[in-house]
């Protein structure tokens, strides 16, 4: 299920918020800039399809998003807990860091944690299958894939090598606690 909590960037153990209704996500994201929405597949999805079947299923949509953002490539990733480099891309987006382009990503299947550090505080979307999710450029965050990484994602990039992560050198990402999917929130 989708979520999102809300924290003073000062104290990570008790939320201002949580909420799981996906009307309410969206509209306290729309604030600081993040797209949030949900997505249905227009063709049936199988375990196994490969990136075209994938992107078929949601053609209507990626060809609006496109549209209105300018986006010059689109990939289908997907990661799964026996991908021998699971350990080295949970790790990349670990530290909170910002690209030089909006990060935009869409849920197939599975789930990530994305954190948002905004204003004094700090934004956690759990996103699942059916999210779509939109971080301005330059907004600091991180990602959290989960130690058995599993989700099939359809990814958005402006530039056609993809976006850099910038990387901040603070501790914050450090401070708040790890994806682990299946725990109680």
């Known amino acids: ?15 201002l918020s949580v909420s799981t ?5 969206a509209a306290r994201l729309k604030p600081i800039g993040v797209r949030f929405e949900q997505w249905q597949a227009g ?15 949601y053609r209507a949509d990626i060809d609006r998003l496109v549209a209105e953002n300018g986006f010059k490539t689109v ?10 480099n699971k350990e080295a891309a949970r790790a990349k987006f670990l530290d909170e860091h910002y690209h030089k382009e909006d990060e935009v990503r869409f849920f197939v299947a599975g ?6 550090h905004v204003d004094g505080k700090v934004y956690e979307l759990l996103c699942e299958a ?5 971080v301005p450029d330059r907004m600091t965050h991180w990602f959290d894939m989960g130690p058995q990484p599993s989700f099939v994602a359809i ?5 056609p090598d993809g976006w850099v992560g910038h990387f901040t050198g603070t501790d914050i990402a450090q401070r708040f606690p790890r994806y682990e999917p299946g725990q109680a929130a």
């Open 75 to 84: 990939d289908v990733v997907s990661i799964s807990p026996d991908s021998p």
């Open 111 to 116: 789930s990530g944690l994305f954190s948002l």
């Open 1 to 15: 299920m989708s979520r999102l909590r809300i924290f003073d960037d000062s104290d990570p153990s008790v939320p």
């Open 130 to 134: 059916g999210d779509l999710v939109g």
């Open 155 to 159: 990814r958005f990039f402006t530039e």
């Open 43 to 57: 063709a049936p999805v199988r375990p196994g399809d490969g990136p075209e079947q994938v992107m078929a299923a």
């Open 21 to 25: 209704d996906l009307a309410e996500i």
